[in-house]
């Protein structure tokens, strides 16, 4: 989760696109999204989704992972990193539903 600076989008835009494809080539990413609030536009939400937990932290325990998203850093005056365990996975009819 981010805050950003005023006049930072284009900086996180291209600090996100760089990453990014560091990130996807990664054993077990599996994708991951950039989120802009509707209601304030400087918040800004970055997911990563991995095959399992043991992925992400094999990848994270081999990489300075705080180096890699000192871009994204910059752009913003306030970070927060969570993990978050899927419980529930709601796919559409016609997605890839059984």
Known sequence: MLH???EGEDALLAAYDEIRLQVAEADGHLG???LQSLEDPRDWVIT????TAGHYARWA???TVDRLAAPIAATSTDRRHSRY???RHTVLAGEGAA
């Open 4 to 6: 950003l600076r005023a």
């Open 32 to 34: 991951d999204q950039l």
């Open 48 to 51: 990563s989704e991995w095959e």
């Open 61 to 63: 325990a081999g990489h």
């Open 85 to 87: 365990a899927v419980r």
